[in-house]
């Protein structure tokens, strides 16, 4: 069975400090790794995944993720935090075999002016 | 920039009707995807379908749910004879292949069953 944490249910940043949005995995085999972002009231939108090769990849609105395989951890990182970047985000997982993502229970990201 | 689509965005209904979710996949996508959220609760997924077919479902899709593609561009998930704890947001999702390809999400429909 495939399963993500996300340990904190929230958190809170200052505007222009950088940011960190926690995720751990379990799954057999390699791994497929995304990160989504939901704002109110919509669905979820794609920010960026790892497959396989760098273990920074870079995504949409300046976030990027470090893939460690050793701690198997998948954490969102963004340099420097902007106001509209407050929405819930979510970490999902997949085997390289099979089609059903797996997600975290998401992180509540607030940046405050 | 393309886009999945649903509707309706919020159905009410009573329990024991049956509901259809609609959804438009982007337009040269191959799978096609179903998620719900029960509220404050994980998104958990319930089905994929390729090629006309399931190719995938998870526990939680039983006998009460189905899927289909009626034309080239629909792609709904039927609940028959609903329950009270069927109320979630349910998700729609398309991707252009399998192997190493993100799933685009709709906004969803909030399904709430009386």
């Known amino acids: 069975a495939q399963s993500v944490a996300q340990p904190e249910d929230q958190v809170n940043v200052a505007e222009g400090n950088p940011l960190t949005v926690k995720c751990t995995y379990s799954v057999s085999g390699n791994p497929y790794l995304f990160w989504y972002v939901q704002y109110p009231n919509r669905g979820l939108q794609f920010l960026l995944k790892y497959i396989t090769g760098d273990n920074l990849v870079k995504g949409s609105y300046g976030f990027e993720a470090e893939f460690n395989k050793s701690q198997t951890s998948f954490h969102l990182k963004k340099p420097s935090a902007l106001v509209s970047d407050s929405a819930l985000y979510f970490c999902a997982v997949r085997k390289n075999a099979g089609n059903m993502l797996t997600f975290g229970g998401g992180t509540r990201l607030m940046v405050k002016p | 920039e393309p886009e999945v689509t649903q509707t309706p965005s919020h159905q009410v209904t009573q329990m024991g009707q049956e509901v259809i979710l609609r959804c438009v996949p982007i337009?040269?996508?191959?799978?096609f995807y179903w998620y719900r959220q029960i509220l404050g609760q994980k998104v958990e997924f319930l089905v994929s379908f390729y090629n006309n077919e399931i190719s995938e479902k998870s526990e939680i899709f039983d006998d009460q749910f189905s899927v289909e593609r009626p034309d080239g561009s629909n792609f709904t998930l039927k609940i028959r004879s609903t329950k009270l704890e069927d109320s979630a947001m349910y998700f729609c999702a398309s991707s252009g292949g399998l192997a190493a390809y993100e799933q685009y999400f709709g906004p969803g429909t909030r399904l709430t069953v009386t």
């Open positions: 337009s040269n996508h191959l799978y």
